[in-house]
Nanobody, 119 residues
Framework: QVQLVESGGGLVQTGGSLRLSCAAS????????MGWFRQAPGSEREFVAS????????NYRDAVKGRFTISRDNAKNTVYLQMNSLKPEDTAVYYC????????????WGQGTQVTVSS
């Protein structure tokens, strides 16, 4: 199993930047595909980005392409989400998630970190 703890959220103005971090416990972090999701008030949780075990391939939802970058440091058991050119519609609770395979559900989740973008 893996435990996930997010940090780095906060309040930022439109056009600003934030970097979220997700620290994972355990010795097998590199075995997990990692992802970021978000949930805005009154909305369902949605996929934001994912990264393969070795960090060689990433995937993004269209709304964040070119603005957000997911990365990982397997030596530090940490995955990051660099968010630039933030918009009010990016306001949400951001969750880190992990899964062992692309055919499995995202079954490990962090507690979430709030990101608020003011207009």
């Amino acid at each position: 199993q893996v435990q996930l703890v997010e940090s780095g959220g906060g309040l930022v103005q439109t056009g600003g930047s934030l970097r979220l971090s997700c620290a994972a416990s355990g010795r097998t972090f590199s075995a997990y595909i990692m992802g970021w999701f978000r949930q805005a008030p009154g909305s369902e949780r949605e996929f934001v980005a994912s990264i393969t075990r070795g960090g060689d391939s990433t995937n993004y939802r269209d709304a964040v392409k070119g603005r957000f970058t997911i990365s990982r440091d397997n030596a530090k058991n940490t995955v990051y989400l660099q968010m630039n050119s933030l918009k009010p519609e990016d306001t949400a609770v951001y969750y880190c998630a992990a899964r062992l395979s692309e055919i499995l559900k995202w079954n490990y989740w962090g507690q979430g970190t709030q990101v608020t973008v003011s207009s």
